[in-house]
């Protein structure tokens, strides 16, 4: 029989990746959205389905989750203070339209959550943090933004002399293949950190034996309950990313989504958790500044790397925080 504790995790980490799906997943087809190639409830579902289906497919951002960050046995208190402090992160980000990392977030909150139990800084894979996280929080926007800029100058070329109309529909068709394959990518790589939490904390209660893989049933409600988070919240920050960078048009749009899934695939062959928010922006940013640096609104794109710098440091901040406070009454 589960404990309460163990319920009382497993809860909270259903509640993230809710808030997950509403957060980072509307991303996935803001794009798709706002030029519309298809309408919000159509690709709400399409995203859901492909998210699904990712979610399902690969162990190795998990694991990095479960294995790769702490070096030290947890108590469930501290998996559930993680969560608390990437759940207040998220619904101030969410609330103020601000698309930071949902992935980062979490692992800022467990790092800061070990840190306090252990109160030691050793008790931190630093190494893993550097490879699988700090390097990738760099990389992947920045892989993502060359490839935008490169596909979106080859797109230029390939169709300048089509009729619009013609090429518009073109992409309208195109568009909604890469965002398939962009909800795919999405779910293959950020579905896993809560699973890998909640495999932690199995593993933590003695659920799981240490080492050991995801349950099915752990990727299967995660993979549900992202989808029901897209299905429900996503509009607000979908305004920030969907035309809050430069003005999208099909083409743009379909050569962003597809920048990002090259990015965002890299990452999860790595076993690396990457923000799909932050590799979809700067693949915007990158297909946008093709047409002119004056195309791209840098002022906002400031605002959203202030906030990818300060989640890491401000969610280690919050998950100590939440540890201390409730390892006062345990």
């Known amino acids: 029989m589960l404990s309460p504790l163990l319920l009382g995790v497993l809860a909270s980490a259903i509640v993230f990746e809710f808030i997950n799906g509403f957060h980072d997943t509307a991303n996935t087809i803001a794009t798709t959205v706002y030029t519309r190639a298809l309408p919000v409830r ?69 790092i800061g959550a070990t840190m306090v139990f252990t109160a030691s800084v050793g008790t931190v894979e630093w190494s893993g943090v550097v490879e699988k996280v700090v390097v990738p929080l760099f990389t992947s926007p920045l892989i993502g933004f060359c490839i935008g800029f490169l596909l979106m100058k080859v797109l230029l070329e390939l169709f300048a002399y089509w009729h619009p109309a013609r090429a518009s529909k073109l992409f309208h068709k195109l568009q909604i293949a890469s965002s398939l394959v962009m909800s795919y990518s ?50 607000r920050i979908m305004k920030t990313v969907g035309n809050g960078v430069t003005k999208l048009d099909s083409a743009l749009g379909f050569a ?25 922006t700067t693949s915007i940013m990158g297909a946008g500044s093709v047409r ?39």
Not at 80 to 109: E, K, Q, R, V
Not at 210 to 230: D, F, N, Q, R
Not at 295 to 316: D, E, N, R
Request: hydrophobic content about 55%; glycine content about 10%.
């Open 292 to 330: 002119g640096a004056k195309k791209v609104k840098w002022g906002m794109a400031g605002s959203i790397f202030t906030a990818w710098v300060v989640t890491l440091p401000a969610t280690i901040a919050l998950g100590g925080l939440c540890a201390f406070l409730i390892g006062l009454v345990m």
């Open 186 to 235: 999405h779910g293959n790589n950020d579905a896993q950190k809560t699973m890998g939490i909640i495999t932690l904390a199995l593993i933590a209660s003695g659920v799981l034996p240490e080492g050991s893989g995801v349950p099915m049933w752990v990727k299967i409600t995660c993979a549900a309950t992202m989808a029901l988070g897209t299905s429900i919240g996503g509009r």
């Open 256 to 280: 962003a989504q597809v920048s990002s899934a090259v990015a965002i695939e890299t990452m999860t062959a790595l076993g690396a958790p990457v923000s799909t928010t932050q590799v979809l």
């Open 42 to 110: 159509t690709a709400i579902l399409m995203s859901a389905g492909m998210n699904f289906v990712g979610a399902l497919t690969s162990e190795k951002v998990a694991m990095t989750i479960a294995h790769g960050l702490v070096n030290v046995p947890l108590e469930l208190y501290v998996i559930l203070a993680a969560l608390l402090g990437a759940i207040i992160w998220d619904l101030a980000t969410w609330w103020f339209s601000i698309p930071s990392s949902s992935s980062h977030a979490l692992i800022g909150s467990l």
